[in-house]
């Protein structure tokens, strides 16, 4: 899935430079070489993922904004499997070009309040592992509400760092960043359950739904025991189980659809 978004407050001055709301740019420095700009190009339609479960919240036929999409293989999806019109917004001009060649409208640059009039109102704004690449989440969020329709949906995934695999090497005193996966060297914050439900609330959204993705395909999965010993069958009823069993644990990813509250 695509990374990201910088939001820029005309209010506070002057844009920051160009270079600076280039979401890669936050990994300089933690890794030996820069991340690769279309590593998340893919999307898994499986219920258990982040693509599946965005696939049965999307609203059929509905117009959806998809926030940072990436190279747009989240938007590529709805589209098609939901027939919903897609509008895209992303700043990273290498990951807008794939996105624009799978026949998506892309607008390269941040999402600003001065492309309301010009963008519309929607059904549903998705923000696909966007917020935790970001240094205040918050003005985004609070952006969104500009650009959805009366009972329009928020739908936000984003990783949770109290998945065991982070436990566990915390306990040895290791949070080593990687290119890709929950410990991806771009992100900025940095959410479990409880506090990802507290920022929505200060923004003004009310949880509707939360939900939880296994992420089989991580590395731990396949190469660690006691899961590499269980066949791919067992080992996926096993980590779909401790998912809906214990979701602060086995939770990879919380995938949220949320709505603007009532102001009384």
């Keep these: 899935m695509g990374p990201t978004m910088i939001l820029t407050d005309k209010a506070a001055g002057p844009p920051p430079d160009r270079k600076q709301t280039q979401p890669d740019r936050a990994a300089n420095g933690l890794l030996a070489q820069a991340p690769d700009p279309l590593r998340y190009d893919y999307v898994s339609k499986d219920p258990l993922e982040a693509g599946g479960l965005m696939l049965d919240l999307a609203p059929r036929s509905g117009r959806v904004l998809d926030v940072g999409c990436g190279t747009g293989a989240l938007a590529n999806l709805l589209r098609t499997d939901r027939k919903c019109e897609i509008v895209c917004v992303e700043p990273d001009e290498a990951r807008a070009r794939v996105a624009r060649s799978r026949g998506l409208e892309v607008h390269v640059g941040c999402l600003e309040t001065d492309l309301a009039p010009k963008l519309g109102k929607f059904d549903a704004i998705v923000l696909a592992d966007v917020i935790e690449h970001l240094a205040n989440p918050t003005d985004l969020i609070l952006l969104t509400k500009a650009f959805l329709k009366p009972g329009g949906r928020l739908l936000i995934s984003t990783p949770n760092v109290a998945h065991w695999s982070i436990r566990t090497k915390l306990l040895f005193g290791h949070f080593d960043y990687q290119p890709v996966g ?83």
């Design 182 to 264: 929950l410990m991806d060297a771009t992100h900025l914050r940095w959410f479990t359950r409880r506090s990802l439900m507290q920022l929505l609330d200060a923004c003004g959204f009310q949880v509707i739904s939360i939900r939880g993705t296994a992420c089989l395909g991580m590395h731990m999965y396949a190469h660690r025991l006691p899961w590499k010993a269980l066949p791919y069958g067992i080992r996926r009823r096993v980590v779909q189980a401790l998912v809906r069993g214990q979701p602060t644990l086995f939770t990879a990813q919380f995938i949220v659809e949320a709505s603007p509250q009532e102001i009384e």
